[in-house]
């Protein structure tokens, strides 16, 4: 194959492996093979177009025409002229083919269905990334840059899937820009030769080979590896510097991070565009499925988390330290023992297309039984993925307590706690003064601070003239807010936010809480849950209750009973020793607690209550298994940073503990490998090799850069004349005291040496670098025996390798 032909082929590779990180995006994944033909037939046409003796920007012209007859031919076969060519109607049906594509992103929610639109935005995306790449790296001759379009194609697939593209898509693209850089080096070669090294006389493949091949890099591959540290930095900083990419809370992997060991914090999540996505989504379809004895199927809500900061610009929850999930989770704070509590077991199921890091519970729960990787963070008692957990395909079981507090209760709630009514009644100085002045009006002649919230509810949800809509503009800032009260339409966001806001000014407590509501009743005594069942609603804080849920959204949910005239009474139960609920119609799926044997109750290990006294652990700890894979990877880890160091010491007391042989050949191995470790000491101290210089120059060079002391200057110019010796005279002598004068070089460039310049000579020396070109160097002589093996073969009359004319 030629030079061309193999840049070609390595340039289709690096932009399909590219083009795999818009996989997750779209279901199903066959447009890939679409994208792939339709490359294949773009590259061939430049293979062709590049035959005849054409200025370069005709092929690339020729490319382009061929890449718009494709689309037209598989977009607009209707509209084209003979089928084929791309009139006007057929510009005109991709442009709106375009339009309904962007649409489309808009409308649907990671991973979205591949509609005529999105596939033309993924099919063209990738033809025109292929376009620039083999125009680039094949045309023009210069793969580095090639790099930018790659990594543009990987950076909208990162900043458009939930959470960020996984690690295995941007190794799979990073691994196809090397290819690239890797075929255009062996190109260059093929062409131009190596460049010389002062090592002619050494054997391909032996040590001393080894030891002085390589050199400064050349420019292409100076230029490829600057890209690539661009692009890998872009890589990193694209996806935090664009939020409003992510894709959420509610339809992807979220933005939590538990840290294993008992450590592990909760970042922060802005819910609001993910939200309004789901709620807009032309299908409603299924995230979650469960079965629950609760007697009250309406107010069985699914909570993700609690945005309990508001900074005036956004809603979001506070950053907490994580635990290990606890066999029983403490009793929820601020619930007295004077309310009446029946304790539910439910069944929950996600489905195959539901990733998100933050587990879906009933509040409060009061035990979770589910496998896998998961972290408790108490204050907000929620359940967060550690390593990459998610909720993809989750199957477990929840005890949760349902709170059945009376108007009177709720009423005389006592004052909060001094801490806990500091932190949730903060608003920022940027609130409009009518929040504050709509809040006073509205709940004027309330006696309580129940009264004050049951007034705000009322208000929103059927008192103050708002209406629900969900394609209004987003927002959850104060300037929202204010705009919320003024226009009097919005959806659950505005609504939640907005009394949480008010609630606050008022002295009361609260948050905002972001889930699902209770979902729609199936056939089976199942309740499904779907996209459109997203929602928000605020908790406010009442002491003896706790947080306590309101539902202000006009059309949703359901308006807790506690917030109604005549709310039920209720009588006195412990809630650490909940009643039990009696299930209006038994479920196919039985609870725990009436399924467990009685001497598992009486160990508390049916979801119930523990007896007293200590109760052995039934936990066998972490698998042996499992220690020792983590003790790998931390001394992987640990090791990783030093190997170049390693490395460098290694080189270094090879070459300097060569036998003093009696041969030519040993004395030139020695000589040779002195001199180069002298240049790779200077190359780590700053002073970069340049082998276009006899040994001589080279010498004076590295004594004037390295500003050396005369005696460290004289034991360059030794051992620089030992290998002028070797190399070019007659009847050369061996050099003596080679490895002392190593040394001196050594010390007299550490000693001229600033303290961060040592100390990256020895931590990360810059000759390192060596042993990639090494392996790069057997990757192509591996090829290469491959390929004249396969000349070898029977098939060596139609595999024939072509002129480099032809190429």
């Given at each position: 194959?030629?030079?061309?032909?193999?840049?070609?082929?390595?340039?289709?590779?690096?932009?399909?492996?590219?083009?795999?990180?818009?996989?997750?995006?779209?279901?199903?994944?066959?447009?890939?093979?679409?994208?792939?033909?339709?490359?294949?037939?773009?590259?061939?046409?430049?293979?062709?177009?590049?035959?005849?003796?054409?200025?370069?920007?005709?092929?690339?012209?020729?490319?382009?025409?061929?890449?718009?007859?494709?689309?037209?031919?598989?977009?607009?076969?209707?509209?084209?002229?003979?089928?084929?060519?791309?009139?006007?109607?057929?510009?005109?049906?991709?442009?709106?083919?375009?339009?309904?594509?962007?649409?489309?992103?808009?409308?649907?929610?990671?991973?979205?269905?591949?509609?005529?639109?999105?596939?033309?935005?993924?099919?063209?995306?990738?033809?025109?990334?292929?376009?620039?790449?083999?125009?680039?790296?094949?045309?023009?001759?210069?793969?580095?840059?090639?790099?930018?379009?790659?990594?543009?194609?990987?950076?909208?697939?990162?900043?458009?899937?939930?959470?960020?593209?996984?690690?295995?898509?941007?190794?799979?693209?990073?691994?196809?820009?090397?290819?690239?850089?890797?075929?255009?080096?062996?190109?260059?070669?093929?062409?131009?030769?190596?460049?010389?090294?002062?090592?002619?006389?050494?054997?391909?493949?032996?040590?001393?080979?080894?030891?002085?091949?390589?050199?400064?890099?050349?420019?292409?591959?100076?230029?490829?590896?600057?890209?690539?540290?661009?692009?890998?930095g872009v890589s990193l900083v694209v996806p935090a510097?664009?939020?409003?990419?992510?894709?959420?809370?509610?339809?992807?992997?979220?933005?939590?991070?538990?840290?294993?060991?008992?450590?592990?914090?909760?970042?922060?999540?802005?819910?609001?565009?993910?939200?309004?996505?789901?709620?807009?989504?032309?299908?409603?379809?299924?995230?979650?499925?469960?079965?629950?004895?609760?007697?009250?199927?309406?107010?069985?809500?699914?909570?993700?988390?609690?945005?309990?900061?508001?900074?005036?610009?956004?809603?979001?929850?506070?950053?907490?330290?994580?635990?290990?999930?606890?066999?029983?989770?403490?009793?929820?704070?601020?619930?007295?023992?004077?309310?009446?509590?029946?304790?539910?077991?439910?069944?929950?199921?996600?489905?195959?297309?539901?990733?998100?890091?933050?587990?879906?519970?009933?509040?409060?729960?009061?035990?979770?039984?589910?496998?896998?990787?998961?972290?408790?963070?108490?204050?907000?008692?929620?359940?967060?993925?550690?390593?990459?957990?998610?909720?993809?395909?989750?199957?477990?079981?929840?005890?949760s307590l349902v709170v059945q507090p009376t108007a009177?209760?709720?009423?005389?709630?006592?004052?909060?706690?001094?801490?806990?009514?500091?932190?949730?009644?903060?608003?920022?100085?940027?609130?409009?003064?009518?929040?504050?002045?709509?809040?006073?009006?509205?709940?004027?002649?309330?006696?309580?601070?129940?009264?004050?919230?049951?007034?705000?509810?009322?208000?929103?949800?059927?008192?103050?003239?708002?209406?629900?809509?969900?394609?209004?503009?987003?927002?959850?800032?104060?300037?929202?807010?204010?705009?919320?009260?003024?226009?009097?339409?919005?959806?659950?966001?505005?609504?939640?936010?907005?009394?949480?806001?008010?609630?606050?000014?008022?002295?009361?407590?609260?948050?905002?809480?972001?889930?699902?509501?209770?979902?729609?009743?199936?056939?089976?005594?199942?309740?499904?849950?779907?996209?459109?069942?997203?929602?928000?609603?605020?908790?406010?804080?009442?002491?003896?209750?706790?947080?306590?849920?309101?539902?202000?959204?006009?059309?949703?949910?359901?308006?807790?009973?506690?917030?109604?005239?005549?709310?039920?009474?209720?009588?006195?139960?412990?809630?650490?020793?909940?009643?039990?609920?009696?299930?209006?119609?038994?479920?196919?799926?039985?609870?725990?607690?009436?399924?467990?044997?009685?001497?598992?109750?009486?160990?508390?290990?049916?979801?119930?209550?523990?007896?007293?006294?200590?109760?052995?652990?039934?936990?066998?700890?972490?698998?042996?298994?499992?220690?020792?894979?983590?003790?790998?990877?931390?001394?992987?880890?640990?090791?990783?940073?030093?190997?170049?160091?390693?490395w460098r010491l290694r080189v270094r007391r090879r070459?300097?503990?060569?036998?003093?042989?009696?041969?030519?050949?040993?004395?030139?191995?020695?000589?040779?490998?002195?001199?180069?470790?002298?240049?790779?000491?200077?190359?780590?101290?700053?002073?970069?090799?340049?082998?276009?210089?006899?040994?001589?120059?080279?010498?004076?060079?590295?004594?004037?850069?390295?500003?050396?002391?005369?005696?460290?200057?004289?034991?360059?110019?030794?051992?620089?004349?030992?290998?002028?010796?070797?190399?070019?005279?007659?009847?050369?002598?061996?050099?003596?005291?080679?490895?002392?004068?190593?040394?001196?070089?050594?010390?007299?460039?550490?000693?001229?040496?600033?303290?961060?310049?040592?100390?990256?000579?020895?931590?990360?020396?810059?000759?390192?670098?060596?042993?990639?070109?090494?392996?790069?160097?057997?990757?192509?002589?591996?090829?290469?025996?491959?390929?004249?093996?396969?000349?070898?073969?029977?098939?060596?009359?139609?595999?024939?390798?072509?002129?480099?004319?032809?190429?």
């Amino acid at each position: 194959m030629s030079g061309r032909g193999r840049l070609t082929l390595c340039a289709f590779a690096a932009t399909l492996m590219a083009a795999g990180s818009m996989l997750p995006l779209v279901e199903p994944a066959g447009w890939i093979l679409q994208a792939a033909l339709l490359l294949a037939v773009q590259s061939g046409a430049g293979v062709l177009a590049r035959r005849v003796p054409m200025p370069r920007m005709l092929v690339v012209a020729a490319q382009t025409l061929v890449t718009l007859v494709l689309l037209t031919v598989v977009f607009a076969k209707g509209q084209a002229l003979v089928g084929v060519l791309p009139g006007p109607e057929a510009v005109q049906r991709l442009a709106d083919l375009l339009t309904s594509g962007a649409e489309d992103v808009g409308r649907y929610a990671a991973p979205a269905p591949v509609t005529d639109g999105i596939r033309l935005m993924l099919i063209g995306g990738v033809l025109l990334v292929g376009l620039v790449v083999d125009a680039l790296a094949v045309t023009f001759r210069s793969a580095a840059p090639a790099g930018l379009p790659l990594l543009a194609l990987y950076s909208v697939a990162a900043g458009l899937s939930e959470g960020g593209a996984d690690w295995l898509w941007f190794l799979l693209a990073a691994g196809g820009y090397l290819l690239l850089l890797l075929a255009e080096g062996r190109d260059r070669l093929s062409q131009w030769g190596r460049v010389f090294s002062g090592a002619s006389g050494a054997p391909r493949g032996s040590a001393v080979g080894a030891a002085v091949s390589g050199g400064r890099p050349t420019a292409p591959v100076r230029t490829g590896r600057r890209i690539g540290a661009l692009a890998l930095g872009v890589s990193l900083v694209v996806p935090a510097a664009l939020p409003a990419l992510d894709g959420g809370l509610l339809t992807g992997t979220g933005g939590g991070n538990g840290k294993g060991g008992g450590g592990g914090t909760i970042s922060a999540v802005n819910p609001l565009v993910s939200l309004q996505n789901n709620l807009n989504q032309p299908e409603n379809r299924q995230v979650l499925s469960y079965r629950t004895d609760s007697g009250d199927p309406q107010g069985f809500y699914l909570r993700i988390l609690a945005l309990d900061q508001f900074n005036g610009n956004e809603w979001r929850p506070s950053t907490r330290r994580l635990q290990d999930v606890p066999k029983r989770l403490p009793t929820p704070e601020g619930l007295g023992p004077d309310v009446l509590v029946t304790e539910v077991n439910s069944t929950i199921s996600a489905s195959r297309s539901y990733q998100q890091t933050y587990l879906p519970l009933p509040y409060p729960a009061s035990e979770v039984r589910i496998g896998g990787r998961w972290r408790y963070e108490p204050r907000g008692r929620t359940l967060v993925g550690d390593g990459g957990e998610t909720t993809r395909g989750a199957q477990y079981r929840v005890s949760s307590l349902v709170v059945q507090p009376t108007a009177d209760q709720l009423a005389a709630a006592g004052p909060p706690p001094v801490a806990l009514r500091r932190e949730y009644t903060r608003v920022p100085d940027s609130l409009p003064k009518v929040v504050r002045e709509t809040a006073d009006k509205v709940t004027k002649g309330a006696g309580n601070a129940y009264e004050r919230a049951v007034k705000l509810q009322d208000y929103f949800a059927s008192e103050g003239g708002f209406s629900y809509n969900t394609s209004v503009t987003s927002g959850t800032g104060s300037a929202a807010i204010g705009r919320f009260l003024e226009e009097k339409q919005g959806f659950c966001v505005h609504f939640s936010f907005t009394m949480a806001a008010m609630a606050r000014t008022l002295g009361i407590p609260a948050r905002v809480a972001v889930g699902f509501t209770p979902g729609t009743e199936q056939p089976d005594g199942s309740v499904s849950v779907g996209l459109r069942d997203a929602h928000a609603w605020p908790e406010l804080y009442f002491e003896g209750v706790g947080w306590t849920r309101f539902e202000p959204t006009p059309t949703r949910g359901t308006v807790p009973p506690y917030t109604q005239p005549d709310a039920p009474a209720g009588g006195a139960v412990d809630p650490v020793l909940p009643e039990r609920g009696a299930s209006a119609a038994p479920t196919a799926a039985p609870s725990v607690s009436d399924s467990c044997p009685a001497q598992l109750r009486k160990q508390g290990e049916c979801g119930g209550p523990a007896a007293p006294g200590v109760v052995t652990p039934t936990d066998s700890g972490t698998p042996l298994g499992t220690v020792l894979g983590l003790s790998l990877v931390a001394v992987v880890i640990v090791m990783l940073p030093l190997l170049p160091l390693l490395w460098r010491l290694r080189v270094r007391r090879r070459r300097l503990g060569f036998s003093a042989g009696r041969t030519r050949a040993d004395a030139t191995a020695r000589t040779l490998a002195a001199w180069q470790e002298i240049i790779d000491t200077a190359w780590d101290h700053g002073i970069e090799p340049d082998d276009s210089r006899t040994p001589r120059k080279a010498a004076a060079r590295v004594v004037r850069l390295g500003r050396l002391e005369p005696d460290e200057a004289a034991a360059v110019h030794r051992v620089a004349g030992a290998v002028e010796q070797m190399l070019y005279a007659r009847e050369p002598r061996s050099g003596t005291g080679l490895a002392a004068d190593v040394e001196a070089v050594r010390a007299g460039l550490r000693a001229s040496a600033g303290r961060l310049a040592r100390i990256r000579a020895v931590a990360a020396p810059r000759s390192a670098i060596r042993v990639m070109w090494a392996a790069s160097e057997r990757w192509a002589a591996f090829t290469a025996e491959g390929a004249a093996r396969l000349r070898r073969g029977p098939w060596t009359g139609w595999l024939r390798r072509p002129s480099r004319q032809q190429g």
